[in-house]
Every structure is written in C-alpha cells, then in structure tokens.
C-alpha cells in the first residue's frame, strides 16, 4: 500500500526563497494547488490576498500546467505570494508539496478554480483559536457558475460538530476547498494520499480524526464558493469508485475497531454520490446499477437517509420531475439550517 507524504519534485520560485529567508512565519498559509486553471486562478489568488485576516502567505503549486496559468501568477505583485512550480503530479501531491511549503501554523486549502470569501479566514481562526482541541473548522459553500456568478444554491455541511464515525458516513466537511487545519494535524497523521485522484480529502480528514485528538467543527456560513465547470459532465464513474473503494480499504485496514455497520455505510454513500453525478450526466443504466451497488452495501439506505431516496426517485424520473425535487429539498434543507448567502462589502 501507499505511503501518505506523496513527495514530488519542486522548484521555487526566486521571490518565494527571499520570502523564506527575510519575512517571519505568517499565522495562516492558504495553499492553492493549480493545474491548468488560466480563467479562474486570479480571482482564486485575489480573494486569498484579500482576506480581511491580513497575517498570511498564499502559497500556489502550478503542478505542471500547459496553459497559461503561470504567466497569470507571474503577473499578480504581492510579497506575499509565493509560487512553486513542480512536474504534474495529482491534486494530492500538489497539496503535500504547499503543506511542506507552508510556514503557517495553520493551512487553508482552496481549490484554484474556487473562491473564499473575505472574512472566511478570520471567522474560522477565531474559533481554532479560542479552542485549541480543534484541529479542523469549515464551511458551507455557495454554488457558482463556470463564469463565476453567484447562484444563491448553498451546499450545506450536516453536521457541525462531526464525530469519525459521522465522517465516515459522510464527507461533512464538503468540497476541498472549505478546510482550515492546524499544521499540527498533518505532522500527525501525514499528508495526502498520492495515489487517490479523488476522495483524497475524505481520506485525510478522517485519518486526522482518527490519529489525533483534534476535533472537527463548522463554521456555520458559506464562506466558500464552489464553482460548477462543464468537465463535471465527463464524470467517470468507473475511476470515481475504484478510489473510492481503495479510500474505503485504507480505512478498514486502518482503523479495525470502527464497526463494519458504519463503514459500510461511507461505502454506500460514495456509490450513491457516483449514481447522482451518472443520472445528472443523462447516464441512466449506468446510475441505476451504482444505485444498487450501493442498496447492497445498506438495504434501508432508502428509508435513513433522504439523499438516498432522493437519487433513487431522480433514476426512474424524467429531468423535470428530478429538477424540481431537487429544488424543493434544497429549499427545505436550506429552511432548518437557518443559512443565508453572505454578501461580500
């Protein structure tokens, strides 16, 4: 099996060693791993620079892009940005090699397709560091549009205070680009699992939980925005499952005493997001088997829990009726959190 510090080659950009050397450690490190994200990487840049916590570096690896993402970063003049160039090596790898970068005692992570908002950084600080028994905060995430709009759709987190076993249920810390971590917890447990091309975050932060004494906690406001890209729709479901039945096997190897019940119920979480993403794509056969897949892992997967259900109704839907469910429980999910999108001033 693989090893967790999924090194890679690096170089540094010059400004980045003078940095080092004359500078003292920021708090916060923001670690933005980039791979051929022309468009989107300055306003992902830009609102890490921007962040009403002032005390940070922003640390971005260009994992070998082929398209104009390092003349953009070339272009953006802050000391505080630093860049780091390495062959292409994975999502996992380009994180490890920001985290070993990063002279922070704390590291943020954002996708560089993705935006935080302004005061993100200095909300959830302030809850790490008024408790230090919390090793992880997050956030809810705002949807955006592949041009950058803002749809008002909130992607909430369903628990505020995730326990291990309620993290291996399900990833309630959301996409990767809502986490702030103490350094601490990756000297602890070490760093992303290279050989995982997706479910890697799940991977990390229930390694976290489990080899640490840290805790999980939510930031209870979408601080994050989430960008929505047209590649969603060459969602390969194959390569999505066979990572995620390798993250699933890391977590059964490694923590023997959490009860089959609940892994098998992470199991079949990640068969039904791969059937949610299959019906959105128009893959019908496809959605349905990754359905049953995931029934067979938990039988009343239907009746504990409404996600499951509402992927169930969504295959044997025609698009209209799936669009309209689809609103309504948002809407109603939306309801009981008591979320409002946060304006940026």
Partial sequence: MSTFDGRATTAKAPHAQAADAETPAPVLSIVIPAYNVE???????????????RDLEVIVV?????????DVLSA?????????????????????????????????????DDIWLRQKAAL????????????LTFSHSEYLTERGARTGRVLLAGKAHPSLHDMIRRNHLGNGSTVIARRACFDDAGLFMTELRSCEDYEMWRRILWLTSYRAVLTPAPLTLYRLRESSLSFNSRKFVENADLAMAVLRRDMPNVPERVMRAGHAEHYRIAAWKAISCGRHREAFGLMRRALSLRPMFLFADWRA?????????????????????????????????????
């Avoid at 468009?39 to 916590?53: H, K, M, P, W």
């Avoid at 003049?77 to 999502?91: A, C, F, I, K, Y």
């Avoid at 302030?126 to 919390?134: G, K, Q």
């Fill in 124 to 135: 959830q600080l302030a809850v790490m560091m008024a408790d230090p028994s919390i090793g």
């Fill in 39 to 53: 468009a989107y990487i300055e306003d992902a840049v830009r609102s890490a620079l921007g962040q009403t916590f």
């Fill in 309 to 345: 259900l509402g992927t169930a109704v969504a295959i044997v839907s025609p698009a209209i009726v799936r669009e309209k469910l689809a609103a309504l429980a948002k809407a109603l999910q939306k309801s009981h959190s008591g979320v409002s999108v946060v304006a940026e001033t």
């Fill in 62 to 70: 260009d994992d070998g892009s082929t398209d104009r993402t390092p």
């Fill in 76 to 112: 953006i003049d802050d000391p505080r940005l630093r860049v780091v160039r390495q062959e292409n090596g994975g999502l996992s790898a380009a994180r490890n090699t920001g985290i070993r970068s990063a002279r922070g005692e704390f590291i943020g992570l954002l996708d560089g």
